[in-house]
């Protein structure tokens, strides 16, 4: 599909902003508004994460969305697995995808995600862009709406055009150095990782939630890095000696 020159300036307004993020993040969210500009939804969020855990929320906008997704992957897992978007084989492919473009509306609605999870929020129409990662990992954009119209054509051609820029940024990011120094928080999660309590001890610990601690050991990682939760008590212990 031709997309106009209308179009084209909003792509460009979008990788301008990709390129500006400054929170120490892939990706910020000013990118995440201008893409709401081009693309209107209900919410838009950027996350990363291995496939043998939850997906992880990086950033959001309006808000966080999957707050309770989290609780449910622990709780019950095999859930995920009935998202029509949520497979390894997805998370290769270059192409914008749609609930739609595997199921329709009614049969969606009649998969335990669903009934469990979207309905709760209003949703029923998600379109997600895949960025390259490496085996086993996912990198994503995934955009949704309520009841009414689905994500169009123009919607999956603005982010095929996107794609190959939006990559490209991420792989800048990953090239650029970063300092080693952990934050306060992230030294006390990681103290408690230490001592070998569990991501859920280490919240009721620190009055934080599963997910947030999560997401501070994944920053961890990147810092020491590491890949597991031994790796990066034994870099941090490294360091201190």
Known sequence: MALAERDVRHALGIVEAAAATQNGLPFGAELL???????PAFNV???EWWFREPP??????????????????????????????????????IEPLRISDFVSVRAFRQT??????????????????????????????????GP??????RDVAMLRLLRPY?????????????????????????????QGLTNRDVARQLFISPLTVRKHLEHVYEKLGVRTRA??????????S
């Not at 999957?66 to 290769?92: C, N």
């Not at 960025?131 to 994503?140: I, T, V, Y």
């Not at 009414?148 to 054509?153: I, L, R, S, T």
């Open 45 to 47: 969020e950027y996350g």
């Open 112 to 145: 335990a995600f669903y009934s469990m999870f979207m309905r709760s929020y209003g949703v029923e129409h998600a379109l997600t862009l895949w960025l390259p990662a490496p085996s086993g990992q996912a990198r994503c954009f995934a955009f949704v709406r």
């Open 166 to 194: 939006l990559a490209r940024l991420r792989a800048r990011w990953e090239r650029a150095p970063r300092p080693a120094q952990l934050t306060e928080r992230e030294r006390d999660v990681l103290e408690l990782v230490a």
């Open 231 to 240: 790796g990066a008590v034994a870099a941090a212990f490294r360091a201190a």
């Open 148 to 153: 009414g119209k689905d994500f169009g054509n």
């Open 33 to 39: 508004d201008a893409m709401l500009e081009a693309i």
């Open 56 to 93: 992880t929320v990086l950033v959001c906008r309006p808000s966080d969305l999957w707050v309770g997704l989290d609780e449910l992957a622990m709780r019950e897992p095999e859930v995920l697995t009935t998202d029509p978007l949520w497979s390894v084989r997805r998370a290769t492919s």
